[in-house]
């Protein structure tokens, strides 16, 4: 039972545009949303989040918007840039209690 | 800072045997996770400690695998016997309280890549 859920296992843009990366989950309860970035070879880092009372945060090139009534959270980065080519992980979480993450979307972010 | 350590960074095994797995968590970090990311798959947790206790080993195969935190520092995640199916990244990440009611940023070692042959 995948409760948060990546359907894009990839994406390409041209650098310069607008990179959105989707997310949908199912558990009502979830109450934080995180998005990851991973490199090969390295492990995933923090990028931004999100609390259940917020629609939109934002912190440089990269806002998170949620969606509650659809249970939908996206990630826009603009402008993208190469070295923004990495996996992304949404992940949530239940009053601070374990993250459940989604399967991943590679973005590829080309010159 | 140092970051979060771990080894080795890869292992190659056969099935049945045994296999543990190291980390070291960023230097006064209450909280560490074990987790493990399957091939095409996002990390899942595994199990999680505060100090030296168990917060949340639910998802943890205890028939073959266990993981310790004697001293409330460093962890040793052990699979024994390994399965095919057990082929993945064990991942071991820290944060620094925990359990604070609030959501703590979680810091990723880069990882042990384990094939189960």
């Known amino acids: 039972d995948q409760q948060v859920k990546q359907n894009s296992p990839s994406l390409s843009v041209q650098e310069g545009r607008i990179s959105i990366l989707n997310c949908d989950y199912t558990?009502?309860?979830?109450?934080?949303f995180l998005w990851y970035k991973k490199y090969p070879a390295e492990g995933p880092t923090f990028l931004i989040s999100?609390?259940?009372?917020?629609d939109k945060n934002e912190d440089g090139r990269f806002t998170v918007f949620l969606n509650k009534s659809a249970k939908h959270l996206s990630l826009h980065i603009v402008p993208s840039q190469p070295g923004d080519s990495a996996v992304y992980f949404c992940?949530?979480?239940?009053?601070?209690?374990?993250?459940?993450f989604g399967s991943g979307t590679q973005l590829t972010v080309l010159p | 800072e140092a970051g979060v350590a771990q080894s080795p960074r890869y292992k190659i095994i056969e099935k049945r045997q045994s296999v543990a797995f190291w980390c070291n968590p960023i230097?006064?970090?209450?909280?560490l996770y074990w987790y493990q990311q399957i091939l095409g798959q996002g990390p899942k947790l595994l199990i999680q400690?505060?100090?030296?206790?168990?917060?949340?080993d639910s998802q943890l195969p205890k028939d073959r695998f266990s993981a310790e935190r004697l001293k409330g520092v460093d962890s040793t995640l052990k699979i024994q016997p390994a399965k095919l199916e057990d082929s993945a990244v064990y991942l071991c990440a820290s944060s620094l309280l925990g359990g604070a009611g609030f959501q703590e940023t979680q810091y990723f070692g880069p990882g042990t890549r384990l094939l189960v042959l």
């Open positions: 400690f505060q100090n030296n206790g168990v917060v949340d």
């Open positions: 558990n009502s309860m979830f109450d934080y």
């Open positions: 230097s006064g970090h209450a909280t």
């Open positions: 992940a949530a979480s239940v009053s601070a209690r374990q993250l459940t």
């Open positions: 999100i609390s259940s009372i917020k």
